[in-house]
């Protein structure tokens, strides 16, 4: 009996498996596979996509090469920006440095300097540079307008946002016995025969620097100063920078103090008033900085008004001058026609 009964729990268990085996080749079916190559694209359905998108963003993946070709145009906007400013101011320096230095214009062909590409180069600077070509040649008007260019682009440096209020500069040849003449904002300048292109530089730093300290350097007090006027009109408030350097050496616009000598100031010019002082003073910093050193260390005053014109200036300037046979007390007639000068 217990052999019949093995016999049967075998032959059925057996029977079960051969019937489970049987379900599942049955519903199995032969697949053809094509042979894939070795690089293919696979394009998604947009259902496939959205169900993808829940393991794996690609939109994130966009955004980040989206960014990274931003970046590559900038830094190549950025170097292309820093290379054409190279050009704009390895340009002008050579044209003040050739008018400055006297060198011959000739060897300008191989810059390819002219006019025309002088004020491409800087437009906003010559739309209020005026210059008549009839009166001037091609040399000169480059000359003349590369200088003036290359001082306002220092002031604009030295004053941010308040040199750009100069609407109207207008270079003649002589026409007045007056070297300038000035009104709000303007300024004319009459270029004498004679006159070197660095006497020129230095005489537009002297009469620019008027209209920077009549017009640029203000207070904002609504009370005015009552010992300083301008034709005897009330114009600088009494918070005007401008009134801490005229009261190094002066009491008034036309009385000096009483314990200030020849010594104390750049130029016998400087002595003609307060603004001259001014202006002298400017002009001999920014293009005669190595003599104004040797001449503060011959008077008190003019040690303020070298510091003065370092912490105005944040200790800017053009010219060393280093040149100059300096003589002690040598005191110039006029800043702009220093003598024994070596460029």
Request: hydrophobic share 40%; proline share 1%; with cysteine.
């Amino acid at each position: 009996m217990k052999v019949k009964t093995i016999i049967r729990i075998f032959l059925k268990s057996f029977l079960w498996w051969l019937t489970i085996l049987a379900i599942f080749f049955y519903n199995l079916k032969e697949v053809n596979l094509i042979e894939q190559p070795r690089w293919h694209i696979v394009v998604f359905s947009n259902k496939k996509i959205k169900k993808i998108k829940k393991y794996y963003n690609f939109s994130q993946d966009i955004k980040l090469i989206k960014k990274s070709i931003n970046e590559e145009i900038k830094i190549k906007k950025l170097l292309e920006k820093k290379k054409y400013e190279k050009e704009k101011k390895e340009y002008l320096s050579y044209i003040v440095d050739k008018a400055i230095n006297k060198k011959h214009f000739s060897a300008w062909k191989k810059k390819k300097i002219t006019y025309k590409k002088l004020c491409n180069y800087f437009k906003n600077y010559c739309s209020i540079i005026d210059i008549d070509s009839t009166e001037f040649t091609e040399k000169e008007k480059i000359y003349y307008v590369g200088i003036t260019i290359y001082l306002l682009k220092f002031l604009d440096k030295v004053f941010p946002w308040k040199i750009n209020n100069i609407y109207y500069i207008k270079l003649q040849k002589e026409k007045i016995w007056r070297r300038w003449y000035a009104w709000h904002h303007s300024l004319v300048l009459n270029i004498k025969k004679w006159m070197s292109y660095k006497e020129f530089f230095e005489v537009l730093t002297h009469e620019m620097w008027h209209i920077v300290d009549l017009w640029f350097i203000t207070g904002k007090s609504w009370f005015k100063s009552s010992q300083f006027t301008e034709f005897g009109k009330k114009s600088f408030s009494e918070d005007d920078k401008s009134l801490i350097f005229y009261s190094y050496s002066w009491q008034s616009e036309k009385i000096k103090k009483a314990n200030v000598y020849t010594k104390d100031f750049v130029s016998w010019y400087a002595l003609t008033d307060p603004f001259e002082d001014f202006a002298e003073t400017f002009n001999m910093y920014i293009n005669h900085n190595y003599v104004f050193r040797q001449m503060m260390k011959e008077s008190n005053i003019l040690k303020y008004k070298y510091q003065y014109m370092d912490n105005l200036l944040k200790w800017h300037f053009l010219l060393s001058d280093k040149s100059f046979k300096y003589r002690t007390y040598f005191r110039p007639r006029d800043s702009t026609k220093m003598k024994n000068q070596l460029y």
